[in-house]
């Protein structure tokens, strides 16, 4: 069932609004901009009912900040208030509304209203999820691991998280393409990211296809040796998928993986670390291959073997 948030500094108002939609509809209240703020970031929203006029910050305000920040600029927002002069309804709608409601309220032209932007969100969304995924692997893709890569990065650092981020390639792909053809090359990618996928299912976990061989992992909480004993298994797994493959390293197709664990801080970036994860694969393919290779941000290092 799809959730609305309700941010409106009447508990009258609001009550009115959530017994209007709780028939078809998860509904929750805040009363003050900021606690709305702080619920929508929390995330799982498809609209938000936004009244515009609050003591401190104003649902303007609050809507410019909403549409400015990557977490919650999909969100959908109806702006509702008493202002009913065009120049208020023009200025909502510039800053990213997607509709308009004047008080009072007429039960059924709410529900319907909501009912449309519901609709539109979930085709959005739809849409979205279909572009973000990987047409060979089912896994996700680079543009979403550049989409989503960020936000989670910016997660860690406001709650002080370690953050973790590897590079995968399998090794001798090029040698597997010419000795067994490229159909059977685009099924080993398949199966290889779905075993690997199948290790990245929390919420705040990202796996994705970067390009070619090479995939790109994100995941949080875990400290660098607590990372790299997880990427070891999951390493192990594809080997364990005993594919064949006419490589003088190994009778199956395995894995490099390089890797790096960081506590982020303003100022530090995410395509630096992405950097350093490429190298530690790099080092992973130096010294032999169906290996991980992991880093901290003090520079100490792991490899396997």
Not at 43 to 66: R, T, W
Not at 142 to 151: K, L, S, T, W
Request: hydrophobic share 40%; proline share 3%; glycine share 6%.
């Amino acid at each position: 069932m799809d959730k609305i948030l309700v941010i409106d500094d009447s508990p009258v108002q609001s009550g009115f609004l959530c017994s209007i939609l709780k028939n078809d509809y998860i509904v929750e209240a805040r009363h003050t901009a900021a606690e709305g703020l702080a619920a929508v970031k929390e995330g799982g929203y498809s609209l938000i009912l936004l009244d515009v006029v609050m003591p401190g910050m104003d649902g303007f305000q609050l809507l410019e900040e909403l549409k400015s920040t990557k977490l919650t600029q999909h969100i959908p927002v109806i702006l509702l208030t008493s202002l009913t002069d065009v120049q208020y309804e023009e200025k909502g709608l510039l800053l990213g509304a997607v509709d308009y409601v004047t008080k009072p309220f007429n039960p059924v032209i709410i529900r319907a209203r909501v009912n449309t932007h519901i609709q539109l969100y979930r085709y959005q969304m739809q849409f979205m999820e279909q572009a973000m995924v990987d047409e060979l692997s089912g896994v996700a893709n680079r543009r979403r691991y550049e989409d989503e890569g960020a936000a989670r990065w910016q997660e860690a650092m406001r709650f002080e998280l370690p953050f973790s981020i590897c590079m995968f390639d399998i090794d001798k792909f090029k040698l597997y393409n010419d000795t067994f053809g490229h159909p059977a090359g685009d099924r080993v990618i398949a199966s290889v990211a779905q075993r690997v996928a199948s290790f990245f299912r929390r919420s705040t976990d990202l796996f994705a296809r970067y390009g070619g061989e090479e995939f790109v992992a994100v995941f949080m909480g875990s400290q660098a040796i607590s990372a790299f004993e997880f990427m070891k298994s999951v390493r192990q797994a594809v080997e364990d998928l005993h594919i064949q493959h006419n490589s003088p390293v190994c009778p199956w197709v395995t894995v490099s993986v390089g890797g790096v664990t960081v506590v982020p801080k303003a100022g530090d970036r995410l395509d630096t670390c992405l950097k350093l994860a490429d190298t530690m694969l790099y080092d992973a393919k130096r010294f032999g291959r169906n290996m991980v290779v992991w880093s901290n941000q003090n520079g100490e290092q792991w490899r396997e073997k």
